[in-house]
Nanobody, 124 residues
Framework: QVQLVESGGGLMQAGGSLRLSCRAS????????MGWFRQTPGKEREFVAR????????YYADSVKGRFTISRDNAQNTVYLQMYSLKPEDTAVYYC?????????????????WGQGAQVTVSS
């Protein structure tokens, strides 16, 4: 069973930067597509970014494109989300997720494994 643990959340002023990390254990990390989602109270979990198993292909939600960068280090079983130019609307609980599917969409149902979430709060 794959376990994912996020770290790096916190409070940041608008315009600042923050990096989230997600470390995997209990599975073959390099086989999984990894993604980041976020959720605010009363709303559905929202896709943020995903990265292919080898790190070559990435895909971003329009709301974060050009500001966020997803990357991974398969030797360290870790996926990262570097966030720049943070905005108050980026405030959410951020979740990393892993998928063993060959074709992975932006839907959270395509992901099999989830972390516990990390709170990111951006003040104006």
């Amino acid at each position: 069973q794959v376990q994912l643990v996020e770290s790096g959340g916190g409070l940041m002023q608008a315009g600042g930067s923050l990096r989230l990390s997600c470390r995997a254990s209990g599975g073959t990390f390099s086989r999984y597509v990894m993604g980041w989602f976020r959720q605010t109270p009363g709303k559905e979990r929202e896709f943020v970014a995903r990265i292919s198993w080898n790190g070559v292909m990435t895909y971003y939600a329009d709301s974060v494109k050009g500001r966020f960068t997803i990357s991974r280090d398969n030797a360290q079983n870790t996926v990262y989300l570097q966030m720049y130019s943070l905005k108050p609307e980026d405030t959410a609980v951020y979740y990393c997720a892993g998928s063993s599917r060959v074709v992975v969409s932006t839907a959270h149902r395509d992901y099999d494994y989830w972390g516990q979430g990390a709170q990111v709060t951006v003040s104006s």
